[in-house]
């Protein structure tokens, strides 16, 4: 049975710092690109960065361009994103999906993670002011 657990989230003050990792079990997840995702109260779910295999190809939003960084853990089959400079605004349940594909076009994959297959439990991310 294919599974990602996402860990890591917390509460931290504004300009804080938080390493979420994103976990998989049933699947190598060096063969797939994985996106993360957040979703805030009461607004829709965003994707917000994604890597390709073999970790040439990394995409950010905007939103969070220039603070988080997304990788792999290779040791432990999964996926981490480094958040710094966090902002309130980053408040959010944070989620992980992967995606196998044959050509890298991280828009395209995280339309097609965000409409496909179950949502895990996510980690809550909390950024007081």
């Known amino acids: 049975q294919v599974q990602l657990v996402e860990s890591g989230g917390g509460l931290v003050h504004s300009g804080g710092s938080l390493n979420l990792s994103c976990a998989a079990s049933?699947?190598?997840?060096?063969?797939?690109?994985v996106g993360w995702f957040r979703q805030a109260p009461g607004k829709e779910r965003e994707g917000i960065s994604c890597?390709?295999?073999?970790?040439?190809?990394?995409y950010y939003a905007d939103s969070v361009k220039g603070r988080f960084t997304i990788g792999r853990d290779h040791e432990r089959n999964g996926v981490f994103l480094q958040m710094t400079g966090l902002k309130p605004e980053d408040t959010a349940v944070y989620y992980c999906?992967?995606?196998?594909?044959?050509?890298?076009?991280?828009?395209?994959?995280?339309?097609?993670?965000?409409?496909?297959?179950?949502w895990g439990q996510g980690t809550q991310v909390t950024v007081s002011s």
């Open positions: 999906k992967d995606r196998y594909y044959t050509h890298f076009n991280p828009v395209q994959l995280i339309d097609s993670m965000a409409t496909s297959g179950p």
């Open positions: 049933g699947l190598t997840l060096d063969h797939y690109a």
């Open positions: 890597i390709s295999r073999g970790d040439s190809e990394t």
